[in-house]
Each structure stands twice: as C-alpha cells, then as structure tokens.
C-alpha cells in the first residue's frame, strides 16, 4: 500500500511511442493528449475510466527502464521485416 501503482512496461513504451510518432516531445504532454484523445486510448488498451499512468512514472521509465536497451531499434528492425515480407 505505498506508492504509486505498478504499470505493465509494455503500455508505457506504447505511451513513448505514441509521442514518438506524433512529434509529442513532453510526457506531461502525453499523458495530457491520451487523457483526452479516444484513439490513443484505444490503441493502449484502455477503457475511459481507466487511470493513465503519471508523467513522472513515465519519465522514470523511460530514463530508467529504457535507457539502457536497444528496444526501439528492435521493434523498427521487426516492423520492416514484416513490411518487407
């Protein structure tokens, strides 16, 4: 019962990516554009009630969690392969 909630990783490089393609610098700018843009929770997995995740939790991640890997190029890598296939 401390602390915030935990976040699946996988819906939190979602929310990066999202601001990726859309030229969305800020996570508070995220969080703000998913709280409010249908299609960006759709695309989550979220529902309207669901509670979106912090913009710190965000942040956290992605200097913590994702700073150290090379998952963005994995996933453009795969995302070719399958185009080209």
Do not use: C
Request: aromatic content about 10%.
């Amino acid at each position: 019962d401390n602390g915030r909630p935990a976040f699946d990783p996988v819906l939190l490089f979602k929310m990066l990516f999202i601001g990726y393609l859309f030229g969305i610098r800020s996570e508070r700018q995220i969080v703000r554009e998913i709280e409010v843009n249908v299609a960006y929770r759709w695309s989550l997995g979220l529902r309207l009630t669901d509670k979106i995740p912090d913009a710190s939790t965000l942040s956290q991640n992605r200097r913590r969690r994702f700073a150290s890997t090379d998952i963005e190029q994995t996933i453009f890598d795969t995302i070719v392969e399958q185009a080209i296939g």
